[in-house]
């Protein structure tokens, strides 16, 4: 069970930008991005555990403690990597929020979810106009397909048609048009 001072923290970390280095139309947060990621599990796997579920919800709460850091520069520096999760750790130990232990299958596909989702995000963005994030949804991409490469083929295929329905899909909602199965 959630304690009051965890749901408070959550609920300050739904606020956290994301993309601060980069220009966005509008604000993404992370509240937001997180509940697409559980969706998005929710889309890739039949009946997620309770335990995917709640890592979507909850992985990125420690942002409100670090804030969002860019992946390249994480992934520029593995020892700040390792620094910062460690704060992010200790951050949802003082907190009181236990965060799941996740098999290996399912870390995978909350990267996958995690993953797509900023590439989804991206795609909506250069629909816009707004080809500043062309680069993250690039780099977003590769490593997508490097997730899908350790993935059960049915979460591949199910990517591949949520990627290719978006700007179908986006389309039609501008206009104002129902999405029929």
């Known amino acids: ?11 300050i970390a739904g606020e956290v930008k994301r993309y601060h280095t980069k220009r966005t139309i ?9 509940w697409n990621v559980a969706l998005l599990v929710f889309a890739l796997v039949k009946t997620p555990s309770l335990d995917l579920i709640k890592a979507a919800l909850l992985h990125d ?3 409100v403690s670090v804030g969002d850091i860019p992946a390249p520069v994480k992934r520029s ?8 999760n460690k704060l992010e ?7 009181g929020i ?20 900023l590439v989804l995000y991206c795609q909506e963005q250069m629909h816009m106009g707004n080809a500043a994030l062309n680069p993250v949804y690039q780099t977003g991409l590769t490593y997508l397909y490097g997730y899908l490469d350790k993935s059960p083929q049915v979460v ?26």
Do not use: C, W
């Open 89 to 95: 750790d200790d951050f949802l130990r003082r907190i």
């Open 156 to 181: 591949s295929q199910k990517v591949q048609e949520i990627l290719s329905d978006v700007t179908l899909n986006i389309n039609m909602i501008e206009q104002g048009e129902v999405i029929n199965e």
């Open 77 to 84: 520096s593995p020892e700040m990597k390792e620094q910062v």
């Open 98 to 117: 236990d965060y799941p232990e996740l098999s290996i299958g399912e870390e995978n596909i909350l990267k996958v979810a995690d993953t797509l989702e």
């Open 61 to 63: 709460v420690a942002e």
């Open 1 to 11: 069970m959630l304690q009051s001072r965890s749901i408070a923290a959550i609920r």
């Open 26 to 34: 509008g604000v993404q947060s992370v509240g937001e991005h997180s």
